[in-house]
């Protein structure tokens, strides 16, 4: 399995569209390389997790051909991942020999009336499933797991999601608190073993309680150990950071040096993971 992480910030961006804060002062003048765009990834080239309005850019960016996108999930309806109406430009006058035509989309519940508008044309050329929290959906050759996000913010409907393919597992955990117990009860009693993971690291050195909504070293820190204790992960778990605020100013290398006890990868624009 090969995930791409096309954005690794918080919803403002590094720098934040209309911040003038002394950490995205410092990270114009070190220019693109450092920036950091609204979060999204992409599996295999197929799997799309989440569409920020940065969605374009990113496939501009990194090569990727939207057309060959055979499944999109959306973890939650915030607007650093949520712009849906982006499908709309599928098919009809907008989207001319698709590789792929119909497209399978894995929504939380919140997101359906915004998926509802979008236009006709657009919805006859998807499958929607709405995300059960621990019910398994298979697309293809990939087993997709709603795990509940303690997220907040105004949503109540937010997913973390359990990837797996063949004998590899994955866990995409953005945007989320410290796990609920129910999260990793699931994991345990379901034998998972994760090849890889990547965890929300919002607030990095910055305080924020378990249920804040997202994670900062501390948090991401007693996740692993849990998971490891519980067999979850081990010395051969690929382990992420990701989702980071300008709060914290997240520097690549600031954010490295910080969080070295972690034993994490520190994710940045157009990094690339194989598990
Ligand atoms: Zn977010
Ligand atoms: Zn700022
Ligand atoms: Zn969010």
């Known amino acids: 399995m090969k995930i791409q992480f096309l954005g690794t910030a918080a919803a403002e961006g590094f720098p934040g569209s209309f911040c003038n804060c002394e950490y995205c002062q410092n990270v114009r003048n070190l220019g693109e390389k450092y920036y950091?765009?609204?979060?999204?990834?992409?599996?295999?080239?197929?799997?799309?997790?989440?569409?920020?309005?940065?969605?374009?850019?990113?496939?501009?960016?990194y090569g990727i051909r939207g057309d060959q996108i055979k499944t999109v999930i959306f973890t939650h309806t915030h607007a650093d991942h949520f712009y849906p109406n982006e499908l709309d430009m599928r098919g009809a006058g907008y989207g001319k020999n698709m590789e792929v035509q119909k497209l399978n989309l894995l929504i939380p519940k919140d997101a359906t009336e915004r998926i509802n508008g979008l236009y006709k044309h657009t919805k006859d050329i998807m499958n929607v499933v709405v995300a059960e929290p621990y019910k398994t959906v298979k697309f293809g050759d990939y087993e997709i797991t709603p795990l509940k996000a303690r997220h907040g913010y105004g949503v109540i409907h937010a997913n973390i999601y359990l990837i797996k393919k063949g004998d590899k597992a994955f866990l995409y955990g953005h945007d989320t608190g410290y796990f609920y117990?129910?999260?990793?009860?699931?994991?345990?009693?379901?034998?998972?073993?994760?090849?890889?993971?990547?965890?929300?690291?919002?607030?990095?050195?910055?305080?924020?309680?378990?249920?804040?909504?997202?994670?900062?070293?501390?948090?991401?820190?007693?996740?692993?150990?849990?998971?490891e204790e519980l067999g979850v992960i081990d010395g051969n778990t690929k382990r992420v950071i990701n989702h980071f605020s300008h709060n914290v100013n997240p520097v690549q290398e600031v954010i490295e040096k910080e969080s070295k006890h972690l034993n994490c990868i520190v994710a940045y624009d157009g990094m690339t993971l194989e598990i």
């Open 36 to 61: 950091r765009t609204r979060c999204q990834s992409i599996i295999d080239g197929k799997i799309l997790i989440d569409m920020p309005a940065d969605t374009y850019f990113h496939f501009l960016k």
């Open 181 to 227: 117990d129910e999260v990793f009860d699931y994991l345990k009693d379901n034998n998972v073993y994760l090849s890889g993971l990547t965890l929300d690291c919002c607030y990095a050195s910055l305080p924020i309680s378990d249920e804040g909504g997202h994670m900062g070293y501390p948090n991401v820190e007693r996740v692993l150990n849990r998971l």
